[in-house]
């Protein structure tokens, strides 16, 4: 069905769509690479049905980094 929502899997499984995926290595969720040019092949669905992630120097997402206390101490 070509409505049917996808998960961060079914991206992972199109190389044209995994290379501008990023996972946040404290809540381990996915998401697009907020650099990720403004064209390339699933974009828009990634962005629609993921979102646009941007990760920290360690690997670790604004969410995560906002709720920082909830983290474990190598994440901080």
Same mark, same amino acid.
């Given at each position: ?9 079914? #991206?992972?499984? $199109?190389?044209?769509? @995994? ?9 381990? @969720?996915?998401?697009? @690479?907020? $650099? ?5 092949? *699933? /974009?828009? &669905?990634?962005? /629609?049905?993921? *979102?646009?992630?941007?990760? $920290?120097? /360690?690997?670790?997402?604004? &969410?995560? @980094?906002?709720?920082?206390? *909830?983290?474990? $101490?190598? #994440?901080?």
């Amino acid at each position: 069905m070509k409505t049917e929502e996808h998960d961060s899997e079914w #991206y992972l499984q $199109d190389p044209r769509t @995994r290379k501008w995926m990023v996972q946040c290595t404290a809540c381990n @969720r996915w998401g697009c @690479r907020h $650099d990720a040019p403004p064209k390339f092949h *699933g /974009r828009a &669905q990634l962005e /629609r049905h993921i *979102g646009e992630m941007k990760l $920290d120097e /360690r690997g670790i997402c604004c &969410q995560c @980094r906002e709720a920082g206390a *909830g983290l474990p $101490d190598i #994440y901080r």
